[in-house]
């Protein structure tokens, strides 16, 4: 007997705001998420239901939905619509930007051209009417991210996907340069700790995260005055609701002095890096480089299978540009 062709799910993409996209992380994610083997734990309700907690007055949550004829939700993707004040603009944005590196749809169907095409063709509809659409975290090689590339080719500019470092992590592998910029940092770490205490540590329950993202909040605070710094992230707002069974912060002390930190979100074997900080009276040592080091080896021995690098020294390949629509 023949198999059946994989025909396309009749679907109609509709638009919910406010508490009826709340309603809709709340009641219906969950089950997208689990069906969808494929979501970063950019796209877990735990995740965007604490990002939503952090939207200013100003910002809207707003989800697109895939639905059957009989409502069931077979695709989704979370935004924020964003009207400044003393602004006509509209600007649409991912929940949770720019602290995510994947964006993607979420839900069984995610995967299915006809349905990212039908989200991408929202999307230009939305820009027709005004807004300003960009998806940072958008990737070229996802079903969705063919589907925008699609409709706006001439509008788009896509950069590398953030650097997948495969688990044992080996620097021999880097090119010449690299592993010379690396055996120096190693060297001058090496000097360091020949005269001083290091402490790494990660966290593995609840009480360990709480103290370390007041780490990360104290380094923010030790950045403060370096140029470019940016605004510290209220992390004890958003992830109590994704636990320690979803997260973890790694920590590097020199002595009694935390000189760097790093945020990151698991799924299944995967650990994806949300945000790294550094102190920058320790810049000279490259604190950041020698937390990856210890971390790589720690979620290797721990049978991970991949770091995800969003930021600091473990993004080896840039993110590049958003993907953006041309208004």
Same mark, same amino acid.
């Given at each position: 007997?023949?198999?059946?062709p994989?025909?396309?799910?009749p679907?109609?993409v509709r638009?919910?705001i406010?508490a009826?996209a709340?309603?809709?992380?709340?009641?219906h994610?969950?089950?997208?998420?689990?069906?969808d083997?494929e979501a970063?734990? @950019?796209?877990?309700?735990? !995740?965007?239901t604490?990002?939503?907690?952090?939207?200013p007055?100003?910002?809207?949550?707003?989800?697109?939905?895939a639905?059957?004829?009989?409502?069931?939700?077979i695709?989704?993707l979370?935004?924020v619509?964003d009207?400044?004040r003393?602004?006509?603009?509209?600007?649409?944005r991912? $929940?949770?930007a720019?602290?995510?590196?994947?964006?993607?749809l979420?839900?069984?169907?995610?995967?299915?051209?006809?349905?990212a095409?039908?989200f991408?063709?929202?999307?230009? @509809?939305? *820009?027709?009417?005004?807004?300003?659409i960009? /998806?940072?975290?958008?990737?070229g090689?996802?079903?969705?991210?063919?589907?925008v *590339?699609?409709v706006?080719?001439?509008?788009?500019?896509?950069?590398?996907?953030?650097?997948?470092?495969? /688990?044992?992590?080996?620097?021999?592998?880097?090119?010449?340069?690299?592993?010379?910029a690396?055996a120096?940092r190693c060297?001058h !770490?090496?000097?360091?700790a020949?005269?001083?205490?290091?402490?790494y540590?990660?966290?593995h329950? *609840?009480r360990?995260l709480?103290?370390g993202l007041k780490?990360?909040?104290?380094l923010h605070?030790?950045?403060?005055?370096?140029p470019?710094?940016?605004?510290?992230?209220? !992390?004890?707002?958003v992830?109590?609701?994704?636990g320690?069974?979803g997260?973890?912060a790694?920590?590097?002390?020199?002595?009694?002095?935390?000189?760097?930190? *790093?945020?990151?979100l698991?799924?299944?074997?995967a650990?994806?890096?949300v945000?790294?900080?550094?102190?920058?009276?320790?810049?000279?040592?490259?604190?950041g480089?020698? $937390?990856?080091r210890? $971390? /790589?080896d720690d979620?290797a021995q721990?049978? @991970?299978?991949?770091?995800?690098?969003?930021?600091?020294?473990?993004a080896?390949?840039?993110?590049?540009?958003?993907?953006r629509?041309?208004?």
């Amino acid at each position: 007997m023949e198999a059946l062709p994989n025909l396309p799910v009749p679907h109609t993409v509709r638009t919910l705001i406010g508490a009826d996209a709340l309603e809709v992380l709340t009641r219906h994610w969950p089950a997208l998420y689990t069906q969808d083997l494929e979501a970063t734990p @950019f796209q877990s309700p735990a !995740w965007l239901t604490g990002a939503a907690r952090l939207l200013p007055a100003t910002a809207t949550p707003l989800v697109l939905a895939a639905t059957t004829a009989s409502g069931r939700i077979i695709a989704a993707l979370a935004l924020v619509r964003d009207h400044e004040r003393n602004h006509h603009s509209v600007r649409f944005r991912p $929940l949770s930007a720019p602290h995510l590196s994947h964006l993607r749809l979420t839900g069984p169907h995610c995967d299915d051209d006809a349905v990212a095409r039908g989200f991408a063709l929202h999307l230009l @509809f939305l *820009q027709e009417t005004g807004a300003d659409i960009s /998806l940072p975290g958008l990737h070229g090689d996802t079903a969705f991210g063919r589907a925008v *590339q699609a409709v706006c080719p001439d509008s788009l500019t896509t950069g590398p996907s953030p650097a997948v470092l495969v /688990l044992p992590f080996s620097f021999e592998a880097l090119a010449s340069s690299r592993q010379r910029a690396h055996a120096r940092r190693c060297r001058h !770490w090496a000097q360091l700790a020949a005269t001083h205490t290091i402490t790494y540590r990660r966290s593995h329950h *609840q009480r360990a995260l709480r103290a370390g993202l007041k780490v990360l909040t104290t380094l923010h605070q030790a950045a403060r005055s370096r140029p470019g710094a940016g605004t510290a992230v209220p !992390w004890h707002r958003v992830m109590p609701a994704v636990g320690a069974a979803g997260a973890f912060a790694a920590e590097l002390h020199v002595d009694d002095t935390p000189v760097a930190a *790093q945020l990151c979100l698991t799924r299944g074997h995967a650990c994806y890096s949300v945000e790294q900080v550094t102190h920058p009276g320790y810049r000279h040592v490259a604190p950041g480089h020698a $937390l990856l080091r210890h $971390l /790589l080896d720690d979620l290797a021995q721990e049978g @991970f299978h991949t770091l995800h690098a969003g930021c600091g020294p473990a993004a080896s390949a840039a993110p590049g540009p958003p993907i953006r629509l041309a208004a």
